[in-house]
């Protein structure tokens, strides 16, 4: 199975930046789509960022012109780069990776906590 491990996550202030890491293992064939979801106190899980294997980004609305994904293809590594974070921010983000024929159709890492203060 897919393991996802993410990193990178703290405790920031407002307008801080911080990147995220998500670096699977296990073997990745079928897999297209990765991504980042979030899920914040009294909250439902939320789409951040996805990315292709092409390389094509999608952006939650909240997040668009602030977060911004990236992929390194030699080892499926997705980043997130989270700059001008605010306090509705806060969350547990997750990594995704999807895989459209194959069952599991998605794997989750265990999230990492991502605290911005006001």
């Known amino acids: 199975q897919v393991r996802l491990v993410e990193s990178g996550g703290g405790l920031v202030q407002a307008g801080e930046s911080l990147r995220l890491s998500c670096a699977p293992s296990g073997s990745m064939f079928g897999i297209d789509t990765m991504g980042w979801y979030r899920q914040a106190p009294g909250k439902q899980r939320e789409l951040v960022a996805t990315?292709?294997?092409?390389?094509?980004?999608t952006y939650a609305e909240s997040v668009q012109g602030r977060f911004t994904i990236s992929r390194y293809n030699a080892n499926n590594t997705v980043y997130l780069q989270m700059n001008s974070l605010k306090f509705e921010d806060t969350a547990v983000y997750y990594c995704?990776?999807?895989?459209?024929?194959?069952?599991?159709?998605?794997?989750w890492g265990q999230g990492t906590q991502v605290t911005v203060s006001s």
């Open positions: 990315i292709t294997g092409r390389g094509i980004t």
């Open positions: 995704n990776a999807e895989r459209p024929t194959l069952w599991p159709r998605a794997f």
